[in-house]
């Protein structure tokens, strides 16, 4: 069973900038009511893909993903995705064998940046960088599928 183990923090500023590897823009969607799972789509440049996560506030958590036609995401996008959708440039920090994913949100979550860090374990420690801020992991507003629901300008 593929399981990923991510925790979530807050920035202090943007000293990360001056270290980003490379970066991206994500659209991303949500289908239908959250229960048990989430169900997304996502067009990360010209490659796309579904995503089923389960659902809870937990740093670990079951996810199942498959790479789909862009044309279909796109259409499942545009007619099968609730709105608001996640509208984010995604940057890419490398640290020893860390990768920081850092999301900065448009939009509706305009002004909202996290950083993102995958262990192999939940007790694995990692060096925090000087910019990294208060740890979110458990809370739900910072969940990309609660920002659709709650979006950062409604806080």
Same mark, same amino acid.
């Given at each position: 069973m593929p399981i990923e183990i991510e925790r979530k923090f807050l920035l202090l500023n943007n000293n990360w900038r001056e270290?980003?590897?490379?970066?991206?823009r994500i659209?991303?969607?949500?289908?239908?009511?959250? #229960?048990?799972?989430?169900v997304r789509i996502r067009v990360q440049g010209d490659r796309a893909?579904?995503?089923?996560?389960?659902?809870? *506030?937990?740093?670990?958590?079951?996810e199942y993903e498959y790479e789909i036609p862009l044309d279909e995401a796109e259409e499942m *996008? #545009?007619?099968l995705c609730k709105q608001p959708q996640i509208d984010k440039t995604r940057f890419i920090v490398e640290?020893?064998?860390?990768?920081?994913e850092i #999301?900065?949100?448009y939009g509706d979550n305009e002004g909202l940046l996290v950083a993102e860090i995958? *262990? #192999?374990?939940?007790?694995?420690?990692?060096?925090?960088?000087?910019? *990294?801020?208060?740890?979110?992991?458990?809370e739900a507003g910072y969940y990309n599928v609660n920002l659709i629901?709650?979006?950062?300008?409604?806080w």
């Amino acid at each position: 069973m593929p399981i990923e183990i991510e925790r979530k923090f807050l920035l202090l500023n943007n000293n990360w900038r001056e270290q980003v590897k490379t970066s991206y823009r994500i659209r991303q969607g949500y289908m239908g009511e959250i #229960d048990k799972a989430s169900v997304r789509i996502r067009v990360q440049g010209d490659r796309a893909n579904i995503n089923i996560k389960s659902a809870g *506030l937990s740093m670990r958590r079951m996810e199942y993903e498959y790479e789909i036609p862009l044309d279909e995401a796109e259409e499942m *996008l #545009d007619q099968l995705c609730k709105q608001p959708q996640i509208d984010k440039t995604r940057f890419i920090v490398e640290q020893g064998k860390f990768k920081w994913e850092i #999301d900065e949100f448009y939009g509706d979550n305009e002004g909202l940046l996290v950083a993102e860090i995958e *262990l #192999d374990d939940e007790n694995e420690a990692f060096d925090k960088p000087e910019w *990294l801020g208060k740890e979110v992991t458990e809370e739900a507003g910072y969940y990309n599928v609660n920002l659709i629901k709650n979006p950062y300008k409604m806080w």
